[in-house]
């Protein structure tokens, strides 16, 4: 069974497809401003532009035809209101025009499944950290619950808007990555933990603050220790408490190499398997979209409108 997903929730416009549980094609592009963040109306501008060579790609790569595609499935939410709305009517048309069944995939619940596929831990604790969402999630009764998020904004927009505030151009985690290699000195900065919530708002400011007066890579360092380890210390928690053994990292800031490290010794410090996923499927990406589309291919959805404020906790798991 061929599944394509189409993912256009906020920067990035991504084809993906599956024969049944196998990821065959994933095609993207990310809107990279020159200046400034991601405007909404520019992120469905640069969706729109790319559409038709994306989806082509996508299909060349797995040597297959629009006519093939036996099941079609878009990110329905959570996301920015003009980018989703390109996923949703593309998928919508071309699942009228070619006679087959239409799944509004939860974009986060996405990126949990793809961890699960290629890390093959069965029922870990997941970390999901990326532009828009940090949460700690857990599976639990059908449902993937929230043990801890953030109170404020997400991680990688932490890291983003205090790599604008440095002159480093969207997206900043993979640059404020190479920086935080060569930091020297420790600053000390708010450690923002709740339970297993985190805040980072505080910590925004006070990096804004001291951004000139210490160097780039002392910065970069230093934020990189302390909010890691805050999501480190509560991804921890949240295994202890759940009595589960295994732990994965998924949404673009798990591309991250000190992250991935703080999470493996913290694992090994517990005796609980740590597994890494493939940096392709760390940030958006339409494989996902499209896997978890095959999974829920028995589902009977009768709302498919975009949803803007989809939350991750709402989604019945029937699947599993
Ligand atoms: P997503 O929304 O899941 O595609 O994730 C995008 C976010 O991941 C952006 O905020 C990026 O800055 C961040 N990101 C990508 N690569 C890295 C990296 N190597 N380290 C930290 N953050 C990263
Ligand atoms: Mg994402």
Do not use: W
Not at 50 to 62: D, F, R, S, T, V
Not at 159 to 176: H, S, V
């Amino acid at each position: 069974m061929y599944t394509l997903g189409i993912e256009s929730t906020a920067h990035t416009f991504g084809v993906g497809i599956t024969e049944n549980d196998r990821v065959i094609a994933n095609e993207r592009d990310t809107l990279k401003p020159l200046s400034g963040g991601i405007i909404p109306r520019e992120a469905a501008a640069h969706h729109f532009r790319l559409a038709a060579e994306i989806l082509g790609k996508a299909l060349n790569k797995g040597g297959l035809r629009l006519k093939d595609i036996d099941l079609f499935a878009f990110s329905q939410g959570p996301g920015i209101i003009p980018s989703l709305k390109v996923g949703a009517s593309l998928s919508s048309f071309l699942s009228k025009k070619y006679g087959k069944k239409l799944i509004g995939v939860n974009h986060c619940v996405a990126h949990l499944e793809i961890a699960r596929l290629y890390t093959g831990l069965r029922d870990p604790i997941m970390l999901y950290v990326s532009g828009g969402n940090t949460q700690i999630i857990t599976y639990y009764n059908k449902n993937y619950i929230v043990f801890g998020e953030t109170q404020d904004i997400g991680i990688g927009n932490l890291l983003d808007k205090t790599g604008r505030r440095m002159g480093i151009p969207f997206p900043a985690g993979p640059e404020i990555e190479k920086l935080a290699e060569k930091g020297k000195h420790y600053i000390e900065m708010p450690y923002s933990i709740k339970g297993m919530d985190v805040s980072f708002s505080g910590i925004e400011t006070f990096v804004s603050k001291i951004i000139g007066r210490e160097t780039k890579e002392d910065i970069a360092f230093s934020l990189q220790e302390t909010v890691f380890s805050m999501l480190i210390e509560a991804s921890e928690r949240t295994m202890a408490y759940c009595l589960k053994n295994s732990l994965v990292i998924t949404g673009g800031v798990a591309a991250n190499k000190r992250l991935n490290e703080m999470g493996r010794k913290m694992c090994s410090e517990r005796a609980a398997e740590f597994k890494e996923i493939p940096m392709e499927f760390a940030g958006d990406n339409g494989a996902m979209i499209a896997y978890t589309g095959y999974l829920m291919r028995d589902y009977n959805q009768k709302d498919l409108d975009i949803k803007p404020k989809f939350r991750t906790d709402t989604v019945e798991i029937n699947y599993r």
